[in-house]
């Protein structure tokens, strides 16, 4: 059965750093490119990044360029994302995925972590 | 960026109805779309791949239609579990990108 389980969130003051986890289980992690997707409160989705299988594939939203660094440890089946600078309008609830095809990085995803809370607050 | 409209933004509808949700890209995707069932505290859910693919273990009453620049959701009767909300996601060129959802009501 696959698993994604987020951690990291929390109370974090504007321009503050924040690093999430995605600990993942029940299929081969290495195989699969992996996302992260934010939903501020009542509103929609909006795609964050995507890492490559290997890590070698890496894309960014515009939004966050140059201040999230999303990476992976295959060894340890765990995605993670790195945020630094955070503003007001980040609080969200952050969520990891799998992308559905293996070899892909560009795709939908099939399995959705619970999500973790970032709170972006003084 | 590719930018993708859904409508309507909410839907009322009964039990046993036939509900569309359509959604359009801002250019052609050919059939670079998903779509995702979200219940209220809960993750999205993968109902549709490539347009028109039904994911595994997802009802055959959800059907998805369309290429290019327009496509369709449709749930060909409406059950109890399926009041949620439905968001359209591209993924014809990075940035991905989603629809703003549709909320379908109880009418």
């Known amino acids: 059965e696959v698993q994604l389980l987020e951690s990291g969130g929390g109370l974090v003051q504007p321009g503050g750093s924040l690093r999430l986890s995605c600990a993942a289980s029940g299929f081969t992690f290495s195989n699969y490119a992996m996302n992260w997707v934010r939903q501020a409160p009542g509103k929609g989705l909006e795609w964050v990044s995507v890492i490559s299988g290997s890590g070698g594939s890496i894309y960014y939203a515009d939004s966050v360029k140059g201040r999230f660094i999303i990476s992976r440890d295959n060894s340890k089946n765990t995605l993670y994302l790195q945020m630094n600078s955070l503003r007001a309008e980040e609080t969200a609830i952050y969520y990891c995925?799998?992308?559905?095809?293996?070899?892909?990085?560009?795709?939908?995803?099939?399995?959705w972590g619970q999500g973790t809370l970032v709170t972006v607050s003084s | 960026d590719i930018q993708m409209t859904q409508s309507p933004s909410s839907v009322s509808a009964s039990v046993g109805d036939r509900v569309t949700i359509t959604c359009r890209a801002s250019?052609?995707?050919?059939?670079?779309l998903a779509w995702y069932q979200q219940k209220p505290g809960k993750a999205p859910k993968l109902l549709i791949y490539?347009?028109?693919s039904l994911q595994s273990g997802v009802p055959s009453r959800f059907s998805g239609g369309g290429s290019g620049t327009d496509f369709t959701l449709t749930i060909s009767s409406l059950q109890p579990e399926d009041f949620a909300t439905y968001y359209c996601q591209q993924a014809d060129s990075f940035p991905l990108t989603f629809g703003g959802g549709t909320k379908v009501e109880i009418k």
């Open positions: 490539a347009a028109s």
């Open positions: 250019q052609g995707i050919s059939s670079w």
């Open positions: 995925a799998k992308t559905r095809r293996s070899g892909y990085v560009r795709a939908e995803a099939d399995y």
